[in-house]
């Protein structure tokens, strides 16, 4: 079973949400840690987890941030992380218990496995994952919203998100 030592300097996670019916306001989390081990030739051994440092939300916009952080969404005092606990992957997907706010939801996400390089600034050999998806938010209790005048809500329940990350492999 092959250790992976996770790059955050080549990794990043971000997202969308529809506002006002009319647009997408995307984001990003710029702390987060991801462990994994298992044989990149049959990704159903794949066992791992990632966090994500909720205060570390960045919209580019400070109040919108402030905001996002506060209880009536993420409530990051007292839920600090995002979590993924791996259940189970294969060649076009993974599913896990992603936890948020104190709510557990298994939930399956897209996958793809975009194969492995060496690094010529280190000679690692390193391998990188995408992971798409979608959660509602409401699932996990984050139902903040106000209805339009013209009809719809300002905030959609969706958040789309992607996921690259990178590792690089143990000798």
Do not use: C, W
Request: proline share 2%; hydrophobic share 35%.
């Amino acid at each position: 079973m092959t250790k992976f030592n996770f790059d955050p300097a080549h990794s990043v996670v971000e997202f969308s949400v529809r506002h006002l019916m009319i647009s997408n306001i995307k984001g990003r989390f710029t702390e987060f840690n991801a462990n994994l081990e298992g044989n990149l030739n049959d990704l159903s051994t794949l066992k791992g987890s990632f966090t994500i440092d909720a205060n570390s939300i960045d919209t580019r916009i400070g109040d919108r941030d402030s905001h996002l952080r506060s209880g009536d969404f993420l409530d990051v005092e007292t839920y600090p992380e995002i979590k993924f606990e791996l259940a189970k992957a294969d060649e076009k997907s993974i599913t896990g218990n992603v936890t948020i706010k104190g709510v557990t939801k298994e939930e399956t996400f897209d996958l793809s496995y975009e194969g492995q390089s060496k690094n010529p600034m280190n000679g690692a050999t390193t391998v990188g994952f995408i992971v798409n998806g979608s959660i509602d938010r409401e699932k996990y209790g984050i139902t903040f919203n106000q209805a339009l005048e013209t009809g719809g809500v300002m905030i959609g329940k969706d958040v789309n998100f992607q996921v690259s990350l990178e590792f690089a492999l143990e000798d």
